[in-house]
């Protein structure tokens, strides 16, 4: 029997105990759950990680091995069936591995995954993390295993180590259990610090598998990427991560984009909030059916090629990932994989149509099954009639554990095995019929697919370096192929009926689509002038109206604004007839503001930052490096000088709101600018968005240039104090990187001052911002485990 079977029948009777109130119980915990970690934000990953919930309720505790892969757990839990015998037959009929590796491949297959992690090499503090797992945290893990400590005496370290062909040490994989974490102090911290990374963007959760194929796809900068089954984003983020690799050094806009394509709204925008920490200009959110992704023409019917770089992360039966969702094994069925490949084939076919001549394209699933790996690639190297090559990669990542592509497979159906597509024509009757409905010719093997170099395609196994399983291929295209034009040409695309429903994502092209209103570009004389004015936004060339769109209807004043690149405009000005679903766009740079004494109506949002920064000349301040420190650890500091514009006026009795300030008493106790030359700076700072940027020496002292910039944070300049907008997780986790001694101790606050109430509205409105955050991110993370 094997393992968690028999126990699975024990705890089967006890989970008997207390009938109908299971249910609600379940769902009164579930609530428990997601209101504590609503609490504590993004941190919740990593914990989930740790106490993977409902997963972790369900681990046998004498055969599972615990979240970050140690050997013995102690879980008290209900246990997942691990075992399909359907399963077991048909992939030992695949030839997928030698039969002397089978038990091997089994047991991994039961053990849960190790969690992986990897460093946004696009983030601002990438060296430094890196820096820090090295040299301080495995060090430290290092000296602990030869100390011999433990957590409880039974349970031996596993060294922190770097995936080995994970390019520049970005991707970590962790081996502590929940136990370990909990029991020693050194974890414990350790732990504390990746959810404080994870919060702050600097690192991502995801599968080793997962991170495979961007790689294969070598992006560039100047790339032009659909990326066509794309949510819930986490190789979008790598993409733009690629797309930007330059622009960490230079701070320039690349020439390239990523238009990132998902069948299903909600899923667009989990895309949307996952890709929001990139800040890119350079990214259009679509929601079309892969298959039917339009064929973009311009006014005269000339076709708008717009890719050379595609990746199909097809949907799949997602038996891969067994290890993160072992539910699967109690579902698995050889039925799956046979109702899948026909959609798969369409994405892929649909791609391989919008790709342009040279161009590469990467076919990927988290699945084993080679009806939804060999026999797609197959059938798109027929369909393509010798246009595309399938490309051997195996130089590249040579660290990558990887078995070649079969070249020949088994096709089973829920009624059981076919040997060929003669013998299903020639089944009579209605089930053969229906058999035959379900099961495509392209599942099967024949002599043309083994004329072809599949083993050039590469399946990741997970017994062979401890992760999911994973199928890529890789293909380049020579040239346009005969059939292309007819037979691949979808029918156009169905229109979405109009309709004034509600949609939580945006939308549409030309066309109101479900409400919504299509891009437009920002070009009301009044909003430029202000942006121009209040933020100082005069740098030669560029052209507010050019970059920056919204989707306010003319008329009115925008409520988002967001930015765009130059190429990004143009792929939008080209598909004049608006046949893209665009469900999001670039980086929203601004929100409308609704404080009638600000200047402009409009402030920086919190992702925008970076965007705009290098747009800006006003409404930025230079604090000494005490001064920012304090800023970051207090959140606050009192600005012992009125706004512009708002000082009394000379000869004037009464001080003007604002003045008054001074006379508040407790005020007078709190951190304020000390500095006179911080005070001039802030002379010409007007009421409303501002941006407090360290001084040069500061932030060259400290390795704290980014994008060609100095670390700079959004506030709140008020009538009295000047508030940090950025939340807190983020601050601390800046407040980090500053040495012990400059940090300080953050004073207790009262927030009885009327003044600080009124200043604090924008801070509220952030608060809740957050809290939105988070639930959005708990959302993507349950999203994040199905494949479909
Ligand atoms: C395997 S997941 C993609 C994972 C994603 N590439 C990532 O790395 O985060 C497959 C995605 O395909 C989407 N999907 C399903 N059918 C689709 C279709 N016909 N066209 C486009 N996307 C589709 C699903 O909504 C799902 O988000």
């Given at each position: 029997m094997a393992p968690g079977e028999e126990d699975g029948r024990k705890r089967g009777s006890q989970g008997g105990r207390g009938g109908g109130n299971?249910?609600?119980?379940?769902?009164?915990?579930?609530?428990?759950?997601?209101?504590?970690?609503?609490?504590?934000?993004?941190?919740?990953?990593?914990?989930?990680?740790?106490?993977?919930?409902?997963?972790?309720?369900?681990?046998?505790?004498?055969?599972?091995?615990?979240?970050?892969?140690?050997?013995?757990?102690?879980?008290?839990?209900?246990?997942?069936?691990?075992?399909?015998?359907?399963?077991?037959?048909?992939?030992?009929?695949?030839?997928?591995?030698?039969?002397?590796?089978?038990?091997?491949f089994l047991e991994t297959l039961r053990r849960q995954l190790p969690a992986t992690f990897r460093i946004n090499s696009s983030g601002n503090f990438a060296k430094a993390i890196r820096d820090k797992l090295k040299n301080e945290i495995c060090t430290k893990i290092e000296s602990m295993m030869e100390e011999g400590i433990t957590a409880d005496g039974k349970e031996e370290l596993q060294p922190l180590k770097p995936l080995a062909w994970y390019p520049d040490e970005n991707g970590w994989q962790i081996q502590f259990s929940r136990n370990q974490i909990r029991k020693l102090e050194a974890l414990t911290d350790f732990h504390e610090f990746l959810k404080r990374e994870t919060e702050a963007g600097n690192i991502t959760r995801q599968e080793t598998a997962s991170m495979?194929?961007?790689?294969?796809?070598?992006?560039?900068?100047?790339?032009?990427?659909?990326?066509?089954?794309?949510?819930?984003?986490?190789?979008?983020?790598?993409?733009?991560?690629?797309?930007?690799?330059?622009?960490?050094?230079?701070?320039?806009?690349?020439?390239?984009?990523?238009?990132?394509?998902?069948?299903?709204?909600?899923?667009?925008?989990?895309?949307t909030h996952q890709t929001k920490r990139m800040a890119s200009p350079c990214l259009i959110v679509t929601n079309h059916e892969g298959q039917r992704f339009p064929v973009i023409k311009k006014d005269d019917d000339s076709e708008v090629m717009m890719f050379d770089r595609i990746l199909c992360d097809v949907p799949c039966s997602g038996d891969g990932t067994l290890r993160k969702a072992p539910d699967l094994w109690r579902r698995w069925n050889c039925g799956m994989g046979i109702g899948l490949h026909k959609l798969q084939l369409q994405i892929a076919m649909?791609?391989?149509?919008?790709?342009?001549?040279?161009?590469?394209?990467?076919?990927?699933?988290?699945?084993?099954?080679?009806?939804?790996?060999?026999?797609?690639?197959?059938?798109?190297?027929?369909?393509?009639?010798?246009?595309?090559?399938?490309?051997?990669?195996?130089?590249?990542?040579?660290?990558?554990?990887?078995?070649?592509?079969?070249?020949?497979?088994?096709?089973?159906?829920?009624?059981?095995?076919i040997e060929n597509y003669a013998e299903l024509e020639a089944l009579e009757g209605e089930t053969g019929e229906q058999r035959r409905r379900s099961v495509a010719r392209s599942c099967f093997p024949d002599a043309a697919s083994d004329a072809f170099p599949l083993e050039r395609s590469s399946r990741i196994l997970p017994h062979d370096a401890n992760t999911g399983g994973f199928f890529v291929a890789v293909f380049k295209k020579l040239s346009e192929y005969p059939k292309q034009k007819k037979s691949e040409t979808p029918k156009p695309a169905k229109k979405e009926e109009p309709s004034e429903e509600k949609n939580d994502g945006h939308a549409s092209g030309g066309r109101r689509w479900r409400g919504i209103e299509p891009v437009v570009p920002v070009n009301d004389e009044e909003v430029k002038k202000s942006l121009r004015e209040f933020y100082g936004i005069e740098r030669e060339n560029f052209d507010i109206e050019k970059s920056f769109v919204s989707r306010t209807p003319p008329g009115t004043l925008p409520k988002r604004i967001y930015y765009v690149s130059d190429s990004v405009r143009k792929i939008l000005d080209?598909?004049?007839?608006?046949?893209?679903?665009?469900?999001?766009?670039?980086?929203?740079?601004?929100?409308?503001?609704?404080?009638?004494?600000?200047?402009?109506?409009?402030?920086?949002?919190?992702?925008?930052?970076?965007?705009?920064?290098?747009?800006?000349?006003?409404?930025?301040?230079?604090?000494?490096?005490?001064?920012?420190?304090t800023l970051l650890r207090e959140?606050?500091?009192?600005?012992?000088?009125?706004?512009?514009?708002?000082?009394?006026?000379?000869?004037?009795?009464?001080?003007?709101?604002?003045?008054?300030?001074?006379?508040?008493?407790?005020?007078?106790?709190?951190?304020?600018?000390?500095?006179?030359?911080?005070?001039?700076?802030?002379?010409?700072?007007?009421?409303?968005?501002c941006i407090a940027m360290m001084r040069d020496e500061d932030a060259k002292r400290f390795g704290f240039v980014f994008n060609g910039k100095p670390l700079s944070i959004s506030c709140w300049r008020g009538t009295i104090t000047v508030n940090l907008l950025t939340n807190t997780n983020e601050t601390d986790q800046l407040l980090e990187k500053f040495p012990e001694e400059l940090r300080g101790e953050r004073k207790k606050r009262s927030h009885a001052n009327k003044y600080d109430r009124k200043e604090e509205d924008a801070k509220e409105e952030e608060d809740a911002k957050e809290e939105e955050d988070a639930k959005e991110e708990e959302d993507a993370k349950k999203e994040e485990t199905l494949c479909l």
């Open positions: 299971g249910k609600r119980r379940k769902q009164w915990r579930g609530r428990q759950k997601f209101e504590k970690n609503r609490k504590r934000g993004k941190a919740n990953e990593w914990q989930q990680d740790v106490n993977p919930g409902k997963r972790k309720e369900r681990y046998d505790s004498r055969s599972q091995t615990p979240a970050y892969g140690g050997k013995h757990s102690t879980y008290d839990v209900k246990p997942f069936q691990l075992t399909n015998a359907s399963f077991e037959e048909y992939y030992k009929a695949q030839n997928i591995l030698a039969e002397s590796e089978w038990e091997e495979i194929p961007p790689f294969f796809l070598d992006v560039k900068p100047s790339s032009t990427v659909l990326d066509t089954c794309a949510a819930p984003g986490s190789k979008t983020f790598q993409l733009l991560e690629m797309i930007h690799a330059q622009t960490t050094k230079d701070g320039g806009i690349p020439e390239g984009y990523v238009v990132a394509n998902d069948s299903d709204t909600k899923r667009c925008n989990l895309l649909k791609a391989c149509r919008l790709l342009q001549v040279g161009g590469r394209l990467v076919y990927s699933t988290c699945s084993l099954n080679p009806v939804e790996n060999e026999a797609v690639v197959a059938e798109i190297l027929r369909l393509t009639d010798g246009s595309f090559e399938l490309l051997d990669v195996s130089d590249h990542l040579p660290e990558l554990k990887r078995r070649p592509g079969l070249k020949t497979w088994r096709v089973k159906d829920k009624i059981g095995w080209e598909d004049s007839k608006q046949d893209m679903r665009v469900t999001s766009v670039g980086v929203k740079i601004f929100e409308k503001q609704s404080n009638k004494r600000v200047k402009t109506p409009y402030r920086i949002t919190q992702e925008g930052l970076p965007a705009i920064l290098p747009l800006m000349t006003k409404q930025i301040f230079r604090p000494t490096l005490e001064e920012f420190v959140r606050s500091l009192v600005i012992p000088e009125a706004p512009p514009g708002l000082e009394p006026e000379e000869g004037e009795e009464a001080p003007a709101e604002g003045a008054s300030y001074i006379k508040q008493k407790h005020m007078l106790e709190r951190p304020s600018v000390k500095s006179e030359d911080t005070l001039e700076q802030l002379r010409s700072v007007n009421m409303g968005c």
